[in-house]
């Protein structure tokens, strides 16, 4: 009940209100953290400031953005309880799906809770689509996780048609090391049906945990190394520009012969650089010893690097909200290329029309000579002359049996035998199924299906609660950016000059470093004395050092001596001045 009423304050006003805590303020900006969950925390101060007039703290408006995003995110804690539900949601609306989750070993098998270690996603459509696709290639890579519980995100990337990326499965374990590895590489045979004599083919960029693991599990596939990876390990001793061009030459032969010569180049340019590459075994870079059971020449593992890229925002948020945007972002990718298949036109995929028809130019070049029993050999002069067998497919520069699409030689062949009525085909029904553009089709009809919010969740039935993985927060602040190796500063070139980022500034003016000509302060390198006859009298100026006149309002002095008599009668005049002024005891009028 209110017995007085004072219509009349005279108390201060204040901005301190107890009830603006940061759940209130939570509350407030949860819809603008959504849709920008990076927004500073200046702009968020001023803002509620500006709207609610009380002041805050950056403290509170920091603790209050955290609150927000844990809303909209998840708790990176709560999360991880959740997986199994997660799984079970997964599997139900995507048949045919992998989920696995490996825990951390427990003693006590009475325990009611259990340490998360690692999680295995391949989605059921991407196994289906990627046996549509006719190639068996993959490149495996990682990232790391940035949220408070780092991990890595190892990933398996193929190649479609149209040599675009086309991932399949990805995992998120504790590390890259052997043993994670092996369990990931063993979850993917179990799936694409791989054994120890399998014929397929792998690209990594040579970690150290890799390497044993598909040793030990797949032993005849082939493995290729990423070449930027072994040129940078290169730079480390050979950083000249001629010893990259030689790498990409030896890289880039696609015959035996082109490789030792190109290896004889470098020996001749540096004997220790010929033989580090001669420690690599030639049949993991270079073209002339890959085989061709993956008809594809690359050698670079952009296909990894190009979806590390797409999931990078994805990396820094809790485990459930990763894994939702990498299945997200295959979702969109994969309606993105059917987009484009709707518009492609022809027998084969966009990219493997262009190359027919480069191909097609360069064969109306060449001339070709029947031998009998379908070879033929083609020649544009007497260094490039090859054998094309039509029968088996191949040709002697290997390009047809290294990508699947017949060479500018066997293409001459073609024309050949269109001219004389042994075949009815043209050029693009000898390439291989892999580009044609109904495959392409078939790889992307597989669609992932979506999934239902938190809430419609089934619960899992495992007795056991997962818990995060054990952690060592280290001091100091995350580090959110990727280390970049000293031998990365060459490649931040800005047009046809180096970048000056971590370069020491020289001024102009001193010649010391550390500031620049418009930051001087004046320091000037030693005085320098100009002499000069003018008419028969002399005319010296003293520049710089201990010689310099003191600058005054109106400028600066200048002392000049004109002939003997000139500089005998200033003298005078300057003694008598300082005689009158020393009697008068003031100036001279």
Not at 340 to 360: F, H, M, N, Q
Request: proline share 4%; with cysteine.
């Amino acid at each position: 009940m209110v017995k007085s009423y004072n219509k009349e304050h005279r108390c201060l006003q204040t901005r301190n209100v107890k009830a603006c805590t940061y759940k209130f303020l939570a509350k407030k900006i949860t819809t603008q953290v959504e849709s920008n969950p990076t927004i500073p925390i200046r702009a968020l101060q001023e803002q509620l400031q500006r709207d609610y007039q009380v002041g805050l703290s950056k403290m509170k408006v920091f603790r209050a953005r955290t609150e927000a995003l844990n809303q909209v995110q998840g708790d990176y804690v709560g999360q991880y309880a959740l997986l199994r539900d997660y799984a079970l949601e997964l599997q139900k609306h995507n048949p045919d799906t992998t989920v696995k989750i490996d825990v951390e070993s427990e003693p006590n098998p009475n325990l009611e809770t259990r340490t998360f270690k690692r999680i295995y996603i391949y989605l059921g459509s991407l196994k289906k689509g990627f046996a549509a696709g006719r190639r068996d290639f993959l490149g495996l890579d990682g990232a790391f996780m940035k949220g408070p519980y780092p991990g890595q995100i190892l990933s398996a990337v193929g190649i479609d048609g149209n040599n675009g990326t086309y991932p399949l499965a990805y995992a998120v374990v504790e590390s890259e090391s052997t043993n994670s590895w092996t369990w990931f590489l063993t979850c993917l045979g179990d799936d694409l049906g791989l054994g120890t004599n399998s014929n397929f083919t792998f690209m990594t960029d040579r970690q150290k945990g890799v390497l044993p693991a598909i040793a030990k599990l797949f032993p005849c596939t082939e493995h290729r190394y990423c070449l930027r990876h072994i040129h940078e390990n290169m730079k480390a001793n050979w950083r000249a520009k001629q010893f990259k061009d030689l790498l990409w030459d030896c890289a880039k032969a696609s015959t035996v012969q082109q490789f030792q010569r190109s290896m004889e180049e470098i020996r001749k340019l540096n004997n220790d650089a010929y033989e580090w590459h001669k420690n690599i075994p030639p049949q993991h870079w270079s073209r002339s010893h890959f085989t061709g059971r993956a008809h594809t020449d690359a050698m670079l593992n952009n296909m990894c690097e190009s979806l590390n890229s797409k999931i990078v925002e994805g990396r820094d948020v809790p485990i459930i909200t990763c894994l939702e945007y990498i299945r997200e972002y295959l979702v969109k990718k994969i309606v993105t290329v059917q987009k484009e298949i709707d518009k492609a036109v022809g027998p084969l995929t966009p990219t493997a029309t262009i190359w027919v028809e480069k191909l097609k130019k360069e064969a109306s070049q060449l001339r070709s000579v029947l031998c009998g029993n379908g070879k033929y050999q083609v020649s544009k002069n007497l260094l490039e002359q090859f054998v094309v067998d039509m029968g088996q497919q191949t040709c002697s520069c290997r390009r047809w049996e290294l990508i699947g699409i017949p060479c500018a030689h066997a293409i001459a062949c073609m024309w050949e035998m269109l001219k004389n009525k042994e075949i009815d085909k043209i050029p693009e029904h000898w390439v291989h199924r892999m580009y044609w553009l109904e495959t392409w089709k078939n790889m992307y009809a597989f669609t992932i299906q979506l999934i239902n919010g938190r809430n419609m969740w089934e619960k899992s039935t495992c007795p056991t609660t997962l818990l995060p993985p054990k952690h060592h927060v280290p001091i100091g602040r995350p580090k959110k950016k990727r280390r970049r190796s000293a031998m990365e500063v060459e490649d931040l070139v800005k047009g046809n000059q180096l970048s000056r980022a971590q370069k020491s500034v020289k001024c102009s003016k001193c010649n010391k470093s550390g500031h620049n000509a418009r930051t001087c302060k004046g320091q000037k390198a030693g005085g320098s004395q100009t002499s000069r006859n003018v008419g028969g009298s002399q005319t010296s100026k003293n520049v710089g050092g201990a010689g310099n006149e003191k600058l005054k309002a109106g400028g600066s002095q200048t002392s000049r001596n004109v002939s003997g008599a000139g500089s005998a009668k200033m003298k005078d005049e300057s003694a008598k001045v300082r005689a009158s002024v020393s009697k008068k005891g003031k100036g001279v009028p």
